[in-house]
């Protein structure tokens, strides 16, 4: 005979509750609440079939003035009556109960939020001062043809084109000669790693100040007295190319030298943890593949690139994947260096926009779609990467 | 162990990288224990006076106590000037600029006398307070060699003289050295700025850990109908980029009524994806035998989570916790959006606002920096290992 479903009885008072919150902050319809109110009576109705004890779940019903009370009745009536239950039972409830705190949480910050963002993405200008008009895909239609827009999403290409592949060639160097036995493998990795646990505010306030235009310690390295990092919205290809007589506008001027500094600090701030990971890696690929190759008389190269390269491939992988997405969400190293974003807005990241848009603009609308192009991009890239490195990448050591 | 010339070469390229990578920490240090004038130098000045411990013992002379100084009503402090007597300096305390009232300088006799040999200035406190610091000027005359207790803190050219600027004058040797950090300290709430960043990280951590113990191990060991489902929106909310979530979240929170609280900055990120694969991981990988075991010996799943799992997985927990810490008390859009009031600030907010206040007082504001890395820096120092592994670990599919 099959038994009454109180996982299900559980799990359905939880978004009952869950609900009746949403309602009464606004979300949600008042009628939707007696929808749901209305099918877990239906369960409790059912569930008196299988004993009249069950009727107390009726209890759950006080949702409507108390809401944790769906979810909570059931877990009582479960602890209090739950000694006979069978072992599959008992998995199905504890299961669900040990999952719920988790999963509610999940569903309020995370998974509603994501639907929320596109839903205010489509109504004009919404600030909540006034009510907003619903317009359909205007906001991503404006979007498309936003010269701000273009330019963070420039600077966001350049960053990955950047800061990714000299973080990845300079953690694999260092990883590599730190995995060569070498001595004071402690003090050299406290020295790399350190940058990465220190909070970004403080990195750049000191790399501003290294940065600074007459009292920088940078100046005086390179001789360039006075030169303006962090305000030099001059693209950096365009500078070098200068003194060749070679005029180059727009994109191709590349990223402004003020961005070009920001992602120096970011290669800095972040090789460290891509040392340890490395690290790691390097550490779980056996000795013996490099004793046989040394004993066919491979040489230090090719030892690194037939045996190395190869299996350390989804370490890379991995790496690459988070770099690409972290360099959609770089705010803190802008905000910090640049806080206005930089002379002719040079240094705008896809983040610093959609703050900038939301919190100084109070214009959420945009910034949700902003947000929403965002994730798109984001979504599709690691699609993309997906299909065509993971190929190439050797999970089997 | 047999030399290799390799091996010095690796070290080489080690040391040379890691000097790059320390350099701006010893930068940040060294500024923070500068004075205006040596941090406002073209050419930068490796190691600051206050640096030497030679000027430590002569700062520890300098005041009522020796180590943080400072003078009591009715004291006086004697600064002495070897030297011949000829054309008698000049002593005062300056005015602090645009002070209505300033019984420092109003409350302080200052004489200056020759006797043995030396100009003697005798600064005595006439006021009914103690000073907790004490600026002087000395306008000392040129033709005379110059041999000061204490070097200044500033050494300009006035006229016949040189003036000679001390930002205290009854420092005591940590009051000296650590000029700067007492000034940054004293100019911003930093208390508690500290507290409620320990308060939210350390929140974040304890109850994210138990929610994502829980559900780690309803998913990783008890069969339940619906846990693909489970899983599967879980790693679904992986894919959503934390930017997508700022808008929609800020708007839940404002209409909850608890922007500018604790709540704000802790509830939304106690629900940690991160922290339940983690942690799922590393139930998965304990052997089921034991389980089998304790179920024979009657424990249900919450003993069996409690006694057995959370015990066997303490690895794990560390390294979440290291990883949420580190990521709370950094984070700086969070708070920046969440928070108004300087009550509410966590430390990275507070410093991010004392980088915008302090203009260019770089001294205190490498001080403010050092303050606010220094816990995490600590921590680092003492559980080396723990915090190698933990971020070492996230890297591991």
């Known amino acids: 005979m099959r038994t009454f479903p109180l996982h299900a009885v559980l799990s359905w008072g939880a978004l009952l509750s869950l609900g009746v919150y949403a309602a009464r902050l606004g979300f949600l319809a008042q009628a939707w609440v007696g929808v749901g109110l209305g099918l877990y009576a239906l369960l409790v109705l059912w569930g008196i079939r299988f004993g009249w004890r069950h009727a107390l779940l009726a209890l759950g019903l006080m949702a409507y003035w108390f809401p944790p009370a769906a979810f909570l009745v059931p877990l009582l009536f479960a602890l209090i009556f739950g000694r006979g239950l069978s072992e599959k039972e008992q998995g199905a409830l504890y299961g669900w109960a040990l999952v719920w705190p988790a999963l509610a949480l999940l569903l309020i910050w995370q998974v509603f939020p994501t639907f929320y963002a596109f839903y205010l993405s489509l109504f004009e200008r919404v600030n909540f001062l006034r009510p907003a008009a619903f317009s359909g895909l205007e906001n991503y239609r404006i979007l498309l043809q936003d010269p701000l827009f273009w330019r963070a999403l420039g600077n966001t290409f350049w960053y990955v084109v950047f800061t990714v592949p000299v973080g990845l060639l300079l953690a694999t160097v260092v990883a590599i000669l730190l995995n060569t036995q070498v001595a004071f493998l402690g003090l050299y990795r406290t020295l790399y790693f350190l940058p990465y646990i220190t909070a970004l505010t403080a990195a750049a306030a000191v790399w501003r100040w290294i940065y600074h235009p007459e009292f920088g310690f940078l100046n005086w390295l390179l001789r360039t007295p006075g030169l303006d990092w962090l305000n030099t919205p001059k693209g950096v290809f365009a500078l070098l190319l200068e003194p060749l007589g070679v005029q180059v506008q727009g994109f191709w001027a590349g990223p402004s030298l003020a961005f070009v500094a920001i992602m120096a600090m970011s290669v800095w701030h972040f090789l460290g943890y891509q040392v340890v990971i490395l690290l790691a890696g390097l550490q779980a690929i056996p000795k013996e593949y490099y004793e046989a190759a040394e004993l066919d008389g491979a040489s230090f190269w090719q030892k690194h690139w037939f045996i190395t390269w190869p299996l350390l491939s989804p370490t890379t992988f991995f790496l690459f994947t988070l770099g690409l997405i972290g360099a959609f969400q770089v705010f803190t190293q802008v905000y910090v260096l640049t806080p206005t974003g930089g002379v002719l807005q040079d240094t705008l990241t896809l983040a610093f926009y959609l703050y900038n848009k939301g919190f100084r603009d109070a214009d959420f609308s945009y910034a949700s779609a902003i947000a929403m192009v965002t994730f798109l991009l984001i979504l599709g890239l690691t699609l993309i990467q997906r299909r065509i490195l993971e190929r190439r990448v050797n999970y089997e050591i | ?397």
């Not at chain 2, 300096?89 to 300088?105: H, L, V, Y």
């Not at chain 2, 200052?110 to 002087?136: C, D, I, K, S």
């Not at chain 2, 694969?277 to 010996?297: E, G, K, M, T, V």
């Not at chain 2, 915008?356 to 920096?369: C, H, N, Q």
């Open chain 2, 1 to 397: 162990m047999r030399f290799k010339p390799t091996s010095l070469l690796v070290h080489l390229v080690l040391l040379g990288g890691g000097v790059i990578m320390a350099f701006p920490f010893y930068w940040m240090l060294a500024t923070s224990l500068k004075s205006p004038q040596e941090a406002l130098q073209a050419k930068p000045i490796w190691v600051p006076e206050r640096m030497k411990p030679g000027n430590w013992l002569k700062a520890a002379r300098l005041g009522d106590s020796p180590l943080w100084g400072g003078l009591a009503p009715g004291r006086s402090v004697e600064l002495v000037f070897p030297g011949e007597k000829g054309r008698p300096p000049k002593a005062f305390i300056p005015r602090t600029p645009g002070a209505f009232f300033d019984p420092r300088a109003d409350g302080t006799r200052v004489e200056v006398v020759y006797r043995e040999g030396a100009w003697r200035v005798r600064l005595t406190n006439t006021t009914g307070e103690a000073f907790r610091f004490l600026p002087l000027v000395v306008l000392w005359p040129k033709e005379a060699p110059l041999d000061p207790p204490l070097p200044p803190d500033a050494l300009r050219s006035q006229g016949e003289d040189w003036r000679l600027e001390w930002v205290n004058a009854v420092p005591g040797a940590l009051g000296y050295l650590f000029h700067n950090y007492l000034e940054a300290w004293h100019a911003a709430p930093w208390g508690r700025y500290f507290f409620n960043s320990f308060f939210t990280a350390l929140t974040q951590v304890a109850v994210g850990l138990f929610l994502a113990a829980l559900a780690a191990f309803a998913l990783a060991r008890i069969p339940f109908p619906g846990k693909e489902a489970v899983f599967v929106l879980i790693l679904a909310t992986m894919m959503v980029p934390g930017e997508v979530l700022l808008i929609p979240n800020y708007v839940l929170l404002a209409r909850l009524g608890w922007l500018d609280t604790y709540y704000a900055l802790i509830v939304p990120w106690l629900a940690s994806v991160f922290g339940i694969f983690l942690l799922r991981q590393f139930y998965l990988s304990l052997p089921q035998d034991l389980f089998d075991a304790a179920r024979i010996d009657g424990a249900g799943y919450l003993t069996q989570l409690f006694r057995i799992a959370l015990p066997l997985s303490l690895p794990g927990l560390v390294s979440y916790g290291i990883f949420t810490f580190l990521g709370a008390y950094n984070a700086l859009l969070w708070p920046l959006i969440v928070t108004q009031s300087p009550e509410m600030r966590t430390v990275q907010l507070g410093l991010q606002a004392f980088v915008s206040e302090a203009g260019s007082d770089y001294g205190a504001l490498m001080a403010a920096s050092t303050l606010v890395i220094l816990p995490v820096i600590l921590g680092y120092f003492f559980a080396q290992r723990q915090f190698i592994q933990g971020i070492a670990r996230s890297g591991l599919k």
